[in-house]
């Protein structure tokens, strides 16, 4: 596969243009892993990615129980090549000391089974340690080369800044903010937070690009996912879904056949994000790599800025 990789952040760390995401990967309490998927999907789809070099993988200590994390350690192992791995720490109530950071840390690399983590991201700033405390355990976890670039996720504007500056001091930069955005997400795109990360020179990572499937066509009013998706996608909103569904299927179509999933993750590149679109088999790795064969026009972002603005929040 032919596609440039990109700086992350302003670190030495270059990854492709999109990466995979691995929530799915062995967790059966959202996803219902084991149920209609399985390692060996898992495993064919890691396979996939590897093969087209898409070797950036994001997971977190609390996907699967560390399932996730358990998971890519092994296949990892078998395949030999390098990757770029990017896991995170939860923030729990319960973790209130600096020393917290590198345990949770030694769990993941353990799991993980490397010596190394890519990129280390606090999860979501909702934690009782404070910023100054967080960052500085960050920046400790790098010296002692256990990460090589440090990340945040779920970040506003202003604690972005605010957690960009703290680094800064330590002499590491805040690599990557890792937030929900899609044609059914803009909120990161009105708030400013895009430009604010585009200025400060951290990567946003777009979590959820695809809605969590909603943008894929599968799902419509009569047929809504079964799962916990169900609660957060009332049928209410996926009714408002065809308008936009049928323009990035005409889209889609113009490009040579191209599915609603390339369509939804070349607008998030189109926006300057770093997808990393959650898969849980062969196919769905292939169709999701070969957004980076082509490219959305100018124009056809515009369009679809449009309809998705028409289908209102949900
Ligand atoms: N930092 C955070 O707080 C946070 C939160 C959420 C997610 N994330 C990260 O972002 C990653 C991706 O987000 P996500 O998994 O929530 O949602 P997503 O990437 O928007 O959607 C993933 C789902 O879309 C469907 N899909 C994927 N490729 C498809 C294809 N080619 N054709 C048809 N359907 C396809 C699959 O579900 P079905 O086949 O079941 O329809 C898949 O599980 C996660 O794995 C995780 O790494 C981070």
Known sequence: MNFSRIPLGTTSLEIPPLGIGAWS??????WGYGRGYGEADIREAFDTCMQAGINFFDTAEVYGLGQSEKMIG????????????????????????KGSLQRALRGSLRRLQVDT???????????????????QSLADAAS?????????????PERTRRCAALLKTTGL??????ISFSLLNRKPEKEGLLNLCRELGVTVIAYSPLAMGMLSGRYTADSPPRDFRGNRYSREFLSRLPPLLDLMREIGRAHGGRSLVQVALNWTIGKGTVPIPGVK??????????ALEWRLTGEEIAQLD????AVGSR
């Open 144 to 156: 002692a080369g256990t990460i090589r670039a440090a990340g945040v996720s779920n970040y506003n």
């Open 173 to 178: 930069s805040l690599a990557s903010n890792q």
């Open 306 to 309: 449009a309809a998705s603005d």
């Open 25 to 30: 990967w062995g967790d059966k309490m959202f």
């Open 74 to 97: 092994r296949f990892l192992k078998a395949d030999g090549r390098p990757a770029l791995l990017a896991t995170k720490f939860f923030p729990f109530p319960f973790r209130l000391t």
């Open 281 to 290: 088999n062969k196919r769905q790795a292939e169709d999701v790599i070969a």
């Open 117 to 135: 983590v890519d990129l280390y991201q606090i999860h979501q700033p909702f934690g009782l340690i404070p910023d100054k405390t967080l960052m």
